[in-house]
T-cell receptor
Framework: GENVEQHPSTLSVQEGDSAVIKCTYS??????FPWYKQELGKGPQLIID?????GEKKDQRIAVTLNKTAKHFSLHITETQPEDSAVYFC?????????FGTGTRLTIIP | DGGITQSPKYLFRKEGQNVTLSCEQN?????MYWYRQDPGQGLRLIYY???????QKGDIAEGYSVSREKKESFPLTVTSAQKNPTAFYLC???????????FGDGTRLSIL
């Protein structure tokens, strides 16, 4: 089955700097890659997603890049703000289900 | 306001007891899912349903059961056979398989 690895597990950045979270996947048939943000005591919220026919997608301060050949995808957050502090999960969709990474706890230092 | 409602927010189970977690969606989505989240781990799929009256086991279905009698409802029962039920349980829905999944705010289950 699919295996998704996510790095780093924790990340601290100064407010205003950029943050990058990376994921790799194992199943070359996976074709949909969402990113979720989870705040304490809440359910994950979809923040951006990308399909395998696209290499990059951007939404304001958030961008995702996908390298199908290397089987990795990354989340980029620019101009970070305190409200970006949360746990972020990547996921890969293949074989009828989503497989999630283990999460990255992002802390923005004021 | 469309969304997914999970209840209760907190639930306590005694040894040997079955408990049922509620999940209701008003997004008119065909597919619904149950995940389990443990500290430091990603979400693991328990059961999913692509359509009313049909559901499939996920990766960790043992000790759990579901039903899908109505499009908007997908309750999860944690049975006494589940030996380690303490976790955060998340319900999600999507228009179809491979479409964006939207999550509820979870139920935290603890053992008394």
């Amino acid at each position: 089955g699919e295996n998704v690895e996510q790095h780093p597990s924790t990340l601290s950045v100064q407010e205003g700097d950029s943050a990058v979270i990376k994921c790799t996947y194992s199943d070359s048939a996976s074709n949909y890659f969402p990113w979720y943000k989870q705040e304490l005591g809440k359910g994950p919220q979809l923040i951006i997603d990308i399909r395998s026919n696209v290499g990059e997608k951007k939404d304001q301060r958030i961008a995702v890049t996908l390298n199908k050949t290397a089987k990795h995808f990354s989340l980029h957050i620019t101009e970070t703000q305190p409200e970006d502090s949360a746990v972020y999960f990547c996921a890969a969709h293949g074989n009828e289900k989503l497989t999630f990474g283990t999460g990255t706890r992002l802390t923005i230092i004021p | 306001d469309g969304g997914i409602t999970q209840s209760p927010k907190y639930l306590f189970r005694k040894e040997g007891q079955n408990v049922t977690l509620s999940c209701e969606q008003n997004l008119n989505h065909d597919a619904m899912y149950w995940y389990r989240q443990d500290p430091g781990q990603g979400l693991r799929l328990i059961y999913y349903s692509q359509i009313v009256n049909d559901f499939q086991k996920g990766d960790i279905a043992e000790g759990y059961s579901v039903s899908r009698e109505k499009k908007e409802s997908f309750p999860l029962t944690v049975t006494s056979a589940q030996k380690n039920p303490t976790a955060f349980y998340l319900c999600a829905s999507s228009q179809g398989m491979g479409q964006p999944q939207h999550f509820g705010d979870g139920t935290r289950l603890s053992i008394l």
